[in-house]
């Protein structure tokens, strides 16, 4: 969980030019010619609030799905072979858990909440569940889901060598109390 909350100053700004420069190639012509440009406008014309669109809602969508990555990881990591510890298991034993993890962390629907609330001219909406109720009742339920497909087929395999190279990058628990004792 809080890892959810520490990375929000860095992932909303993120979240919010990329979703910008998404859009803008299908709306017409380009209002921004890259991030730089995108978060100096954005800052030019509303501040800093305007960078941070969708802050509620990114902790909305990354709390929770922080938490369930890592409780799913390490669940998944419970069911090694009898006998054998965590430490001991294979490659394609860390692969599966990694890439289950990130399907967990991807199924919360807030993120198409996010998107739209951190594309919308301003004023269109006046919260999330504004948001919401237009979305479910002009689109269904299903709308929450919308991009779902592609979503996971890129949360399993990033998330799979996301776990795989940090459990290999681990350093022993004795030398971290030797190095970084102080």
Not at 85 to 90: A, M, R, T
Not at 91 to 112: H, Q, S, Y
Not at 155 to 173: E, K, M, R, W, Y
Not at 175 to 180: D, G, I, L
Request: aromatic letters at 8%.
């Amino acid at each position: 969980m809080l890892s959810g909350i520490c990375t929000i100053v860095l992932v909303v700004p993120g979240e919010r030019i990329k979703c910008l420069l998404q859009v803008q190639s299908t709306s017409g012509p380009r209002k921004y010619s890259g991030p730089v440009d995108c978060a100096v406008q954005l800052y030019k014309q509303q501040g800093i609030r305007s960078v941070y669109k969708g802050t509620v809602l990114t902790l909305m969508r990354d709390v929770p799905s922080a938490s369930v990555y890592f409780m799913s990881y390490e669940l998944l990591n419970t069911l090694t072979p009898a006998g054998q510890s965590v430490n001991e298991l294979s490659i394609p034993r860390i692969l599966f858990a990694g890439g289950m993890a990130g399907i967990c962390n991807w199924a919360i629907p807030v993120d198409v909440l996010k998107s739209i609330t951190q594309t919308a001219p301003e004023g269109k909406y006046s919260g999330f569940r504004d948001v919401l109720r237009e979305l479910v009742r002009d689109e269904g339920l299903r709308s929450l889901y919308k991009g779902f497909s592609a979503v996971m087929l890129r949360a399993f395999p990033a998330n799979a060598v996301n776990i795989l190279a940090d459990s290999q990058t681990h350093l022993p628990h004795s030398v971290h109390s030797t190095v970084f004792d102080f």
